[in-house]
């Protein structure tokens, strides 16, 4: 069983920035890849951006410049640095990361979601 555990949403001015993290634990072989999601009111959830075991990132163009996704494989832990924030960013967004079990079976863990409110 793996649990991930996130932090660091809250509520923000405009041009304003916050810090996500999510860590995991449980019973974890490696960690693959990690990324943040995010749902706004009445739309679907979205990529926001990745990050491999590796180092490589992607990110949605509509944050690209303004967000940071990076992570500490040691410390299973996965942290989205945003910037310059915009009432569009408002969502709840969710960590997911691709885990390898100590069975060495892989499964997509998710986060419980933190909302982020970006005010005008």
């Known amino acids: 069983q793996v649990r991930l555990v996130e932090s660091g949403g809250g509520l923000v001015q405009a041009g304003g920035s916050l810090r996500l993290s999510c860590a995991a634990s449980?019973?974890?072989?490696?960690?693959?890849?990690m990324g943040w999601y995010r749902q706004a009111p009445g739309k679907q959830r979205e990529l926001v951006a990745t990050?491999?075991?590796?180092?490589?990132?992607n990110y949605a163009d509509s944050v690209k410049g303004r967000f940071t996704i990076s992570s500490d494989n040691a410390k299973n832990t996965v942290w989205l640095q945003m910037n310059s924030l915009k009432p569009e960013d408002t969502a709840v967004y969710y960590c997911k990361m691709v885990v390898s079990t100590t069975s060495r079976i892989q499964f997509q863990y998710w986060g419980q979601g933190t909302l982020v409110t970006v005010s005008e």
């Open positions: 990050i491999t075991s590796g180092g490589s990132t």
């Open positions: 449980g019973s974890i072989f490696s960690i693959n890849a």
